[in-house]
């Protein structure tokens, strides 16, 4: 009777550990999921570990085609600033698919108009965002690893059996037999057999560990899939309906992998580590594992897809949410599929998303733009600002400004270039490298039209040359393909390439010793410098200063230096 009163005190106990784990477990996902639910409308505060940022891009990688953005211009335009201030996915999907989706401008205005829909449907429709971010942020994040790194390395682990695994769980049980003949010899036995399985299971975990982190995460993956499959929702039912057959055909991985699950909460329940034991000694998450690899071999296919429909669909709530937190205007643009005979680009208060207090400007023009101007005075943060938001236009149907409208472009740029030391490369060199490789991509025939932006042309290089060389590149590009955008200090390309380019500068003002940019965009050529001015304001010698003004003003009288 006392030993009847003993184990119900124990399974009471357990009962309630369990119960308040629950319970616990349940009130933490109320709060956390509170918190997603505030944080629509606002800007994301989440960090990233240099380790953890370079996992992201493996949904990308794993998925390149052409007309991509190239690495110049994403570096160019500091679109991986751009992706941190928008990412307010909650799982692992999210991240990789809207890092792609950044990189990966739509194929044709349809896409962009489904991905559209989307995007205005969970914007307008909150219970329905609510119930998507549950799932979710319950699917989570995968740590250290991104999932395509292990999944698309399958192979590496070679033909995996249960054979000796089998055995030895044989042995201990022998072992434990032979307690009951002889106690001694069999309590030897057993302790020899499992300490022999603890150094294997050790031993043959490491070698599969990254994958057991990657299972369950397909595992949880799964568990959203049946969840997202209950959803009922007209905008998205094609891609309910695909996500409840992949569901059906993978519900065995969901059994197989529930130990290899298990066996990765490490969240100190006196239950889970006393089967966590239970599954070392005896290898059973390992049994498990080979099983769960078998399953999901045979269906790689569906497990991409998968990640692709959760990621296609968080992406969605990200860029509503990323509209929702933006300060100033935004709108939905408009592209023109055809390209027509004169490109043209229309954009009205434009402003750069990653600027807190930015300057508006407007343009409307029917061919490329040479942009002059002061050290300072907004040249190239303009620059970025029409390349940034004509990204966004085609890739996430999104722009911070006003109005935009402009056909659909293929997008690069020369702009943030730096001497390549492990190739020997010099800046010239760099330079030129990337400047031809849009010259290239203008030549092509049958492709869209390049919008493209430069800044400095061949700054590399001496004046004459420099002056001589970037007239004849920047005629090249106006009679391509393309329209052009480039930033330069040279005042002689004003009137060298007139025909060609529209004018425009930013100009700064100089009031009681002090300097202020407007950052407004003007017609024409600037008319203004302020190098000199600079060094008289930081107090340099008034010997150097006055001296060097003469200078100048002789030079811009007679075109001689002396």
Request: glycine share 6%; net charge negative; proline share 2%.
């Amino acid at each position: 009777m006392d030993a009847l009163i003993f184990v119900g005190l124990i399974l009471l106990a357990i009962v309630v550990i369990m119960g308040k784990e629950y319970v616990d477990s349940k009130k933490f996902l109320e709060k956390k999921l509170e918190q997603v639910y505030a944080g629509y409308k606002t800007a994301p505060e989440r960090s990233y570990s240099a380790e953890e940022f370079a996992h992201i891009g493996m949904y990308y990688q794993k998925h390149r085609r052409a007309d991509q953005v190239d690495d110049i211009t994403w570096n160019d335009l500091h679109m991986d600033a751009v992706y941190r201030r928008m990412n307010t996915c909650l799982s692992a999907a999210g991240d990789e698919y809207l890092y792609y989706r950044l990189r990966t401008p739509a194929e044709s205005v349809d896409e962009l108009l489904k991905m559209e829909s989307r995007i205005a449907f969970f914007m307008e429709h909150e219970q329905e965002r609510h119930r998507l971010q549950k799932i979710w942020y319950q699917l989570g994040r995968i740590g250290r690893h991104s999932i395509y790194e292990y999944l698309d390395h399958l192979d590496i682990l070679g033909e995996r059996n249960n054979r000796k695994y089998f055995f030895f769980d044989f042995l201990a049980l022998l072992s434990v037999g032979i307690m009951f003949l002889y106690l001694p010899v069999g309590l030897l036995s057993l302790f020899l057999v499992l300490c022999h399985n603890l150094i294997g299971y050790f031993k043959e975990y490491r070698q599969v560990e990254p994958y057991v982190t990657s299972f369950a995460y397909v595992r949880r993956l799964l568990l959203g899939a049946e969840e997202l499959g209950k959803v009922e929702i007209d905008e998205i039912d094609e891609e309910i309906s695909t996500v409840r057959e992949i569901y059906q055909g993978l519900r065995h991985f969901i059994k197989s992998s529930y130990l290899i699950s298990a066996s990765n909460r490490g969240n100190g329940n006196p239950l889970e580590v006393l089967l966590d034991y239970v599954r070392m000694l005896f290898y059973l998450d390992l049994i498990r594992f080979n099983s769960a690899l078998r399953d999901l071999r045979e269906h790689m296919g569906e497990i991409d897809r998968l990640i692709t429909i959760v990621g296609q669909l968080e992406c969605a709530v990200a860029v509503g949410a990323y509209r929702e937190s933006l300060k100033n205007t935004w709108c939905v643009p408009n592209l023109q599929e055809e390209t027509k005979e004169q490109l043209f680009l229309q954009v009205e208060d434009i402003y750069h998303p990653l600027l807190q207090d930015p300057v508006p400007n407007s343009l409307d023009i029917q061919k490329g733009v040479l942009l002059t101007g002061s050290n300072a005075s907004g040249k190239s943060t303009f620059l970025r600002a029409v390349a940034v938001n004509a990204l966004l236009a085609q890739t996430i149907h999104t722009c911070a400004a006003k109005h935009y409208c402009a056909p659909v472009f293929r997008i690069y740029s020369s702009m943030s270039l730096k001497d390549d030391l492990s190739g020997g490369d010099s800046y010239y060199m760099v330079e030129i490298k990337s400047i031809k490789r849009i010259l290239d991509q203008v030549k092509c025939e049958g492709k869209r039209p390049v919008l493209c932006f430069v800044d400095e042309v061949l700054r590399g290089t001496n004046t004459v040359e420099r002056i001589a060389a970037s007239t004849q590149i920047m005629k090249k590009l106006a009679s391509g393909n393309a329209l052009c955008f480039a930033a330069t200090h040279d005042v002689e390309l004003t009137k060298l390439l007139e025909r060609e380019f529209a004018n425009y500068h930013f100009e700064e003002r100089i009031e009681e010793e002090d300097i202020f940019f407007p950052y407004q965009l003007m017609k024409g050529p600037a008319s203004t410098r302020n190098a000199i001015a600079l060094l008289r304001m930081l107090k340099y010698d008034n010997e150097i200063t006055a001296e060097a003004e003469a200078m100048a003003e002789r030079f811009l009288v007679n075109g001689i230096w002396c």
